[in-house]
């Protein structure tokens, strides 16, 4: 690990000042010091957000459910408020990783991160979503722009997430065993903008499903979801699925999921 100054501001308008030049916001370091250690990143600052009081909680107002920034995944798979209003959210941060994880790791980090196989993105894409920043609010589908980039400018510190919430909700996720993150996971949504599919663990980065947007709009059931046969171009292939296996796997677990949403 390079050697770097540390900063622990106990408001925004402090950490907006501190985080000038070289420097990166800390969340709760579960992939920054990671990177950091393996020399895969650097600093000359960290501008650790920890102290900031009003980047953490849940509130609900109406169909809204606001997420802090700096709320760990622990707090918003318990909240009963979230569980109320968006019960698959709740789910969907109760499936992240381990207990360490979902006690350090927070909803802003994650996003900010935007890595490619994590829960969250399919969450806030497939409910329509909206990130708000120090600067602007974001909607979330010009948030994720590709395989860890997001619209974030240089200094941009992500505030909150703000969920509407969904007339049926539910996520499936195919865990790789190790990491717990989605070999193949799914977000269905029936909203009142119609069904949104998000999908992530596929491809280079969290993605909508138009085709299995279409066949759901259509029927809303698990049989049309797995009879939709999703070409494998453009999946990702490692050592533990091929494209071929992924592409299947996604209708399979959009299919799960709307059985779980159809059954609340
Ligand atoms: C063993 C392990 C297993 C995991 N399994 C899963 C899994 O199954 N599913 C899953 O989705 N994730 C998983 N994760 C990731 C985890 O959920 C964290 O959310 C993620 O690593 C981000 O961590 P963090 O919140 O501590 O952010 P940090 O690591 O502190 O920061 C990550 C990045 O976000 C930036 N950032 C942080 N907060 C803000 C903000 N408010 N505004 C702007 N930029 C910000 C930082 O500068 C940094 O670039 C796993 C991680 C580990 C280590």
């Known amino acids: 690990m390079y050697s770097f100054d540390y900063q622990r501001p106990a408001d925004r308008a402090a950490a907006a ?4 030049g070289d420097a990166r916001y800390l969340a709760g370091g579960q992939t920054l010091i990671q990177a950091m250690k393996l020399r895969l ?7 650790d957000l920890g102290a900031i009081a009003d980047l953490k909680g ?18 918003v798979a318990r909240s009963a408020a979230v569980r109320g209003a968006i019960p698959a959210l709740a789910e969907l941060a109760g499936s992240i990783g381990d207990a360490m994880v979902r006690n350090q790791g927070t909803i802003g980090g ?9 829960d969250y993105p399919a969450g806030l894409l497939a409910l329509g979503a909206t990130v708000n920043t120090d600067r602007r609010s974001i909607v979330a589908d010009d948030f994720f722009t590709g395989m860890f980039e997001t619209a974030l ?3 941009e510190l992500i505030v909150s997430v703000a969920f509407p919430a969904a007339q049926k909700a539910a ?21 009142a903008g119609g069904v949104r599919v998000a999908a992530t663990g596929c491809k280079g980065s969290v993605y909508r499903v138009a085709e299995l947007e279409a066949a759901l709009a259509k029927s809303f059931t698990p049989e049309a979801a797995k009879a939709v ?3 494998p171009a453009g999946f990702n292939a490692d050592l533990h699925a091929s494209a071929e296996y ?12 709307v059985a779980a949403a159809n059954a609340r």
Request: glycine letters at 6%; proline letters at 5%.
């Open 17 to 20: 000042a501190a985080i000038q």
């Open 41 to 47: 990143s650097s600093a000359e600052r960290l501008v």
């Open 58 to 75: 849940i509130t609900v107002a109406g169909n809204t459910v606001t997420i802090g920034a700096m709320t760990p995944h622990a707090e």
């Open 110 to 118: 994650s996003v900010a991160n935007a890595d490619p196989a994590a």
């Open 153 to 155: 400018q240089p200094g």
């Open 171 to 191: 996520y499936a996720k195919f865990k790789q065993p190790a990491s717990r993150f989605a070999l193949v996971g799914v977000f269905v949504a029936q909203t």
């Open 229 to 231: 046969q999703l070409s």
């Open 246 to 257: 992924r592409a299947a796997m996604l209708s399979v677990m959009a299919a799960r999921a």
